[in-house]
């Protein structure tokens, strides 16, 4: 069965600080999504990566396949970056998605 | 504007009842997922489905049926034998394509059941 591990579970730095999310996942899983969830529950996708680094704005994620370990960091982090963090890996095709529990970033002014 | 919605954002039942969650996208996705969220636990998939008339089980799929009667559609059924059906439900969707199988979110359902 595929598993997913995240940390750290909670997390308050303040703003501009360098933020690292790290996730760890089992054996059968392909590719990792980063997403973010806001109060109130709506869910969006920010990464989905199988090899290497990508960046959108302030936000990164690297991802060591022979470690199977992921990073999602954000840099000049902002109040606005508050929210759930979650990993979730798929072993590819259209199967679900395995979930880690999230990490609750908290960025105060 | 293509995406996924849910609907109704919140849902009172009472216990006993069944009740239909609708999940609807217009991004010609095949794939599609039904979620369940609880609190301090992460998400987890009750059913998917890859083609139209055609689901699978996920990991929590005892109390919940699912129908994909057409391609844009696939509703959830939280049914009585549902032990704890309170939770947060989220729809998703993505293409099958290995190489782009991002899913894409719903604003999903919020479900207490009285």
């Known amino acids: 069965k595929n598993e997913v591990e995240q940390s750290p579970q909670n997390l308050t730095a303040q703003e501009g600080e360098f933020i690292t999310i790290n996730c760890s996942y089992s054996?059968?899983?392909?590719?990792l999504h980063w997403l973010q969830q806001h109060p109130g529950g709506g869910i969006v996708s920010l990464f989905m990566?199988?090899?290497g680094k990508k960046k959108h704005g302030r936000l990164i994620a690297t991802i060591n396949i022979q470690e199977k370990h992921s990073s999602l960091h954000i840099t000049a982090s902002h109040p606005r970056d508050s929210a759930v963090y979650i990993c979730?890996?798929?072993?590819?095709?259209?199967?679900?998605?395995?979930f880690g529990k999230g990490t609750h970033l908290i960025i105060q002014p | 504007d293509g995406g996924i919605t849910q609907s109704p954002k919140y849902l009172f039942r009472k216990e006993g009842q069944n009740v239909t969650l609708s999940c609807e996208q217009n991004?010609?996705?095949?794939?599609m997922y039904w979620y369940r969220q609880d609190p301090g636990q992460g998400l987890r998939l009750i059913y998917y489905?890859?083609?139209?008339?055609?689901?699978q089980k996920g990991d929590i799929a005892e109390g919940y049926s699912v129908s994909r009667e057409k391609k844009e559609s696939f509703p959830l059924t939280v049914t009585s034998a549902q032990k704890n059906p309170t939770a947060f439900y989220l729809c998703?969707?993505?293409?099958?394509?290995?190489?782009?199988?991002?899913?894409?979110f719903g604003p999903g359902t919020r479900l207490t059941v009285l």
């Open positions: 998703a969707s993505s293409y099958i394509a290995e190489e782009d199988n991002e899913q894409f």
């Open positions: 054996v059968g899983i392909s590719a």
């Open positions: 990566l199988s090899s």
């Open positions: 979730a890996g798929t072993g590819g095709g259209a199967d679900g998605l395995t």
């Open positions: 991004l010609n996705h095949d794939a």
């Open positions: 489905s890859q083609i139209v008339n055609d689901f």
